[in-house]
């Protein structure tokens, strides 16, 4: 369904490239998933304003497929913060060139990333430094 990207910044975007794609010529599931997670990722960190790592891949949803050409677009937003743990919902947006102006929502997923520390170690996530997404 054709669709309007969101009004917030996205965390990311980037183009789908030839060198992106499975043997059937779409783009490769774990590309798409790398984007996310790396949309999410910067949604956590700047949340947090420290380190986080990827410590679950709560839903992962492909709606439709992207193409070679395909720009791609992840937002991403904080659904619930722990104490040292943050729960990032984010939606990725294909604009096609076939498509005009327009575009469609391709996937959906929720991760779980942990504050650390410089050790590695959890670390409790300070609620006075958290920043909006």
């Known amino acids: 369904m054709l669709t309007e990207l969101p009004a917030a910044q996205p965390a990311i975007r980037v183009l789908a490239m030839p060198s992106d ?15 996310v997670d790396i949309a999410g990722s910067i949604c956590a960190h700047k949340t947090v304003a420290g380190r986080v790592v990827t410590v679950a891949v709560n839903a992962f949803q492909f709606r439709k497929p992207v193409f070679v050409g395909d720009l791609i677009s992840c937002y991403a937003k904080v ?3 722990g104490t040292t743990s943050i729960t990032v919902c984010v939606e990725v947006f294909a604009e096609r060139a ?20 410089d050790q590695g170690q959890p670390a409790v ?9």
């Open 21 to 35: 794609t499975n043997a059937g010529g779409d783009i490769f599931g774990g590309w798409i998933m790398s984007q």
């Open 79 to 81: 659904t619930k913060t």
């Open 125 to 133: 996530i300070d609620r006075q430094s958290e920043v909006s997404s």
């Open 98 to 117: 076939s498509l005009g102006k327009g575009c469609i929502r391709v996937t959906e997923a929720i991760l779980t990333y942990v504050h650390i520390d």
